[in-house]
């Protein structure tokens, strides 16, 4: 059964570097997503990706935070210059879109750590 | 602003009886309603989705009310096994965009005892 992948499992990084988190969203879904949760914290919306652009974004997506889907098959999240508080698992998600298909699909998720 | 309150406390239920999770929701019209489980660790997995004019869906042992007057669901998981543990997430969707962000609640951890 088709799945969304995510790399790397578990990044570290120490505060004002880069990082990109990868997803490889299912492959006939069209529109994507990147959530996050803190830890003990609920799912929270980041952004949401359709058409080669981004369709929604949150108050947590700010100008450190951008998305990209550089090739037919990857979509990343790449964040600026992170934060302590930027430490938390981010989860790319995907729906087929069409109508009645509103469920989306989850990754396995990328831990962030940084230090 | 919007709010979506799920049961904090575990619920904890013995092996075969029904377990009846509780979504409340405020200052929202979602267009409709879905249902994940979040293993430890893992990304949530979607269970079950509800349109604001269904009142009941079922999936096998799972089933889902929504009241709209009530701004409510219900999620019951009968003859519950150990392998139903696991923290259920409600999560409403958008009311303008059919395929936009999800705004999920904190989720209710249910533990099924032998």
């Known amino acids: 059964e088709p799945e969304v992948t995510q790399t790397p499992s578990h990044q570290v990084t120490q505060m004002g570097q880069e990082v990109i988190l990868r997803c490889v969203p299912i492959?006939?879904?069209?529109?994507f997503y990147w959530y996050r949760q803190i830890l003990g914290q609920k799912v929270e919306f980041l952004v949401s990706f359709y058409n080669n652009e981004i369709s929604e974004k949150s108050e947590i997506f700010d100008d450190q935070f951008s998305v990209e889907r550089p090739d037919g098959s990857n979509f990343t999240l790449k964040i600026r210059s992170t934060k302590l508080e930027d430490s938390a698992m981010y989860f790319c998600a995907s729906t087929p879109g069409g109508a009645g298909h509103y469920e989306q699909y989850f990754g396995p998720g990328t831990r962030l750590t940084v230090t | 602003s919007q709010k979506i309150e799920q049961n904090s406390e575990a619920l904890n239920i013995q092996e075969g009886k029904t377990a009846t999770l509780t979504c409340n929701y405020t200052?929202?019209?979602?267009?409709?309603l879905q249902w994940y489980r979040q293993d430890p660790g893992r990304g949530p997995v979607f269970l079950l989705l509800i349109r604001e004019n269904e009142k009941e869906k079922r999936k096998e042992r799972l089933k889902v009310t929504f009241d709209t007057t009530l701004k409510q669901s219900l999620f019951h998981i009968t003859a519950s096994q150990p392998a139903d543990s696991a923290t259920y997430l409600c999560a409403l969707g958008s009311p303008t965009d059919s395929w936009g962000k999800l705004q999920f609640g904190a989720g209710t951890q249910v533990v099924v005892t032998p």
């Open positions: 200052n929202y019209s979602p267009a409709y």
């Open positions: 492959s006939n879904h069209l529109y």
